[in-house]
């Protein structure tokens, strides 16, 4: 409801087999395929846009809305070479990051949100879409003194995910994208006056 890039704007999820409104964040399950452990994937972001939408973790059945700061719709800047997300970003269902507890490798709290997922593959998507996962590392990003990890992994439509399953075959198979992504979450705030993020492991 509510009108795109606007602060009314609210997207909810209609489940077709019991014909109701679900929420994304606790009705949709984890994993998709425990035996393969293949994950659900909620696309927030497509990639080559703009516009930061998140999943609204208190508002009733959690519907993904766009970002809000300082009273504006927030959007972020482009990243030389790359317009908007350089890939579809989005959240995992029924994962939490908990500001009470510290991480041990970040030595920060959790963001208070599900943790984020960014999708390496070719396919390219729309918000709300949940698509399956397979991971195949992750990125322990410190975002204004939180915790804010981000799970890489591959959309299984695509037809190289099956030749990936490491980070060392990942970087066989797309040459760059991990370098990409680290510069990409450094900098991407700093167009807007904020100072580069930081990483635990130094990025890797």
């Not at 579809?88 to 959790?110: K, R, S």
């Not at 396919?123 to 992750?138: E, H, N």
């Amino acid at each position: 409801k509510g009108s795109k890039f606007s602060s009314s704007y609210a997207a909810y999820f209609y489940d077709k087999s019991t014909s109701r409104i679900i929420s994304p964040f606790h009705d949709i399950p984890l994993y998709c395929d425990k035996k393969s452990y293949l994950i659900n994937m909620v696309v927030e972001i497509p990639r080559w846009s703009n516009a930061k939408h998140e999943i609204d973790c208190k508002a009733e059945l959690n519907p993904i809305k766009q970002d809000i700061k300082k009273g504006k719709p927030r959007f972020v800047h482009n990243l030389f070479p790359f317009h908007g997300y350089p890939w579809n970003y989005g959240a995992i269902p029924q994962t939490w990051e908990d500001p009470e507890y510290i991480d041990p490798h970040t030595q920060a709290q959790g963001d208070n949100d599900p943790l984020d997922v960014i999708d390496i593959g070719s396919s390219l998507t729309k918000t709300g879409d949940v698509i399956p996962m397979k991971v195949v590392g992750c990125i322990a990003l410190i975002d204004e003194g939180e915790t804010d990890w981000k799970i890489i992994a591959i959309n299984t439509d695509d037809p190289r995910h099956e030749k990936v399953d490491s980070l060392k075959t990942l970087n066989e198979h797309f040459p760059g994208v991990l370098e990409n992504t680290v510069r990409w979450l450094r900098y991407y705030k700093v167009p807007a006056g904020s100072g580069p993020n930081k990483f635990a492991f130094e990025g890797e």
